[in-house]
C-alpha cells in the first residue's frame, strides 16, 4: 500500500519569499514517482512538478523544485519568489509502478497563503 | 486540443436518482481514471482504465460503476444516489507520467 503524508494544513509566505511544503510517503515498491500539482480556488487540478525515484537530480520546473530525500522518503515542494497567485491548495502524490497500476495517492494537501 | 472535458459542471440529485457522469479526452491516452474530492481531502481513485475495454477498481468504488465506452470516453454512473456521494469528481487521463485533469463536476445530492 502506498501513502502519502503531508503535515501541513496551512502555511503562509510573504510575497517574494521562498516556502517550503512537506510531503512523507511510504511505498514498498522500488520504482514509483513523485508529483506536486496545485488546486486554485476555482477547483482545477494543476501539475507542477515531477521526480522520479530513480532520478539523481532533484527535479525543477521555473520557481518549483523537489527537495528529494530518498532515503529520509520525502519529497518537499519548494516555491521560490513567491508571488500571490501562489496561493492555493497544494498536493503531494505518488505512483508505484508495481503495485499501485499506475493510480495516484493523494496527500491530504497544504492550503498555501501568500500575504503582500 | 480541448483535453480532458466533463459533463455535466453542477449537478443536484436526490436520494435515490441516478446519472451518469461524462468524460472524453482528446489526447489520445490510453489510461484514463475517476476521482472523487470531499471537503479538505485529497483526491480518491474511484475506478480506472488501463486501456479501451479494461477498467478497475480504486480505492473508493462502492456505489459506483464504469464504461469505457471507447479510447476518448470514460463515463461514471451513479445508479442509486446518496448523501454520501457528494462531492467533487475529476476525470484523468495519462500520458507517461503526467497525469491530465478534467475541470470537475460538483455533484450534491439531498
Known amino acids: 500500500a502506498q501513502k502519502i503524508t503531508q503535515t501541513q494544513p496551512g502555511m503562509f509566505v510573504q510575497e517574494k519569499e521562498a516556502v517550503t511544503l512537506d510531503c512523507t510517503y511510504d511505498t514498498s515498491d522500488q520504482s514509483y514517482g513523485l508529483f506536486w500539482y496545485k488546486q486554485p480556488s476555482s477547483g482545477e487540478m494543476i501539475f507542477l512538478i515531477y521526480?522520479?525515484?530513480?532520478?539523481?537530480q532533484n527535479a525543477t520546473e521555473g520557481r518549483y523544485s523537489l527537495n528529494f530525500q530518498k532515503a529520509r522518503k520525502s519529497a518537499n515542494l519548494v516555491i521560490s519568489a513567491s508571488q500571490l497567485g501562489d496561493s492555493a491548495m497544494y498536493f503531494c502524490?505518488?505512483?508505484?509502478?508495481?503495485?499501485?497500476?499506475?493510480?495516484?495517492?493523494f496527500g491530504e494537501g497544504t492550503q498555501l497563503t501568500v500575504n503582500p | 486540443n480541448a483535453g480532458v472535458t466533463q459533463t455535466p459542471k453542477f449537478q443536484v440529485l436526490k436520494t435515490g436518482q441516478s446519472m451518469t457522469l461524462q468524460c472524453a479526452q482528446d489526447m489520445n491516452h490510453n489510461s484514463m481514471y475517476w476521482y472523487r474530492q470531499d471537503p479538505g481531502m485529497g483526491l480518491r481513485l474511484i475506478y480506472y482504465s488501463a486501456s479501451e475495454g479494461t477498467t478497475d477498481k480504486g480505492e473508493v468504488p462502492n456505489g459506483y460503476n464504469v464504461s469505457r465506452l471507447n479510447k476518448r470516453e470514460f463515463s461514471l454512473r451513479l445508479e442509486s444516489a446518496a448523501p454520501s456521494q457528494t462531492s467533487v469528481y475529476f476525470c484523468?487521463?495519462?500520458?507517461?507520467?503526467?497525469?491530465?485533469f478534467g475541470p470537475g463536476t460538483r455533484l450534491t445530492v439531498t
Open positions: 502524490a505518488m505512483r508505484g509502478v508495481e503495485t499501485s497500476g499506475s493510480r495516484l495517492t
Open positions: 521526480q522520479g525515484s530513480y532520478d539523481e
Open positions: 484523468a487521463s495519462r500520458v507517461v507520467y503526467e497525469q491530465y
